[in-house]
């Protein structure tokens, strides 16, 4: 028979830090990918959407590394499996439907995606900050929440108004 396994002594603090980590690298290699995302868009207005988003997502980063200072640690990422996952769903969604008219239908469906799990992560991030005592670090966590949450509305409107419409029409 196996011997138990001890319990971790890992608390709040310490997942506090790995999920830093991992919105921190899902951050950057969102930077990465938007650039892709703006030129393969067909539509000027979800071109100018996901431009506008790669300008708040460097600020999503410099606050990122804020809140790594308040915490004393320096700023580094850890895969980000979901991340990767809709990252890589959307390469895919580029190549199939490159030049279709679902295509920007489908870029959306991926950058909402990433807008859902950063919300949740977000949300999570800044209770577990208040949980902890760090206000500075709440209040920065609060800015991107909020900027994530208008993002999705803006991209959620886009898609009503225009895109998905597009997609059906040609």
Not at 42 to 49: G, M, N, P
Not at 99 to 106: C, I, M, Q, R
Request: aromatic share 6%; charged share 30%; hydrophobic share 40%.
């Amino acid at each position: 028979m196996a011997a138990p396994k001890t319990a971790s002594r890992k608390g709040l603090n310490e997942l506090f830090h790995d999920t830093l980590k991992d919105i921190y690298f899902a951050e950057k290699k969102i930077l990465a990918t938007l650039p892709k995302m703006a030129k393969a868009a067909q539509s000027e207005e979800l071109k100018a959407a996901f431009d506008k988003h790669h300008g708040q997502t460097k600020e999503h980063v410099a606050r990122l590394e804020e809140v790594f200072e308040v915490i004393g640690k320096k700023p580094q990422g850890k895969t980000c499996a979901a991340i990767v996952g809709i990252t890589e769903e959307g390469a895919e969604i580029m190549e199939e439907y490159k030049g279709a008219p679902a295509l920007d239908a489908g870029l959306l469906a991926v950058a909402q995606a990433v807008e859902h799990y950063e919300i949740s992560r977000y949300g999570t991030m800044k209770t577990w900050a208040s949980e902890l005592g760090l206000a500075e670090a709440v209040s920065l966590l609060n800015l991107t929440l909020g900027e994530e949450k208008d993002t999705d509305a803006a991209l959620s409107k886009l898609a009503e108004t225009a895109v998905n419409a597009e997609a059906e029409a040609r």
